[in-house]
């Protein structure tokens, strides 16, 4: 089974390089099947790692950026292959 983890910020404003270049060097405790880093308008990122797991394994995530990069709680979701 594939598990999808989705971890997405919202840097504050003028900072979404600066949350870019800190997502992508974020290290996991294991290597993922996949991992991919995406940005969109209003300087948000979206971070997808896929896992070969069952949906309610322990897997590894990004941490919580500090407070002054982003302007709210990172939000999280795990999707499974159907």
Do not use: C, K, N
């Amino acid at each position: 089974m594939s598990v999808a983890l989705m971890w997405e910020a919202r840097a504050v404003a003028g900072r979404g390089d600066e949350l870019l270049a800190w997502a992508r060097a974020q290290p996991l405790e294991r290597e993922p099947a996949r991992r991919e880093t995406l940005r969109a308008p209003q300087d948000r990122v979206l971070v997808i790692t896929w896992w070969d797991a069952a949906y309610d394994a322990e897997l590894p995530e990004l941490p919580e950026p500090d407070g002054d990069l982003v302007t709210r709680a990172v939000h999280r979701w795990r999707f499974e292959t159907a």
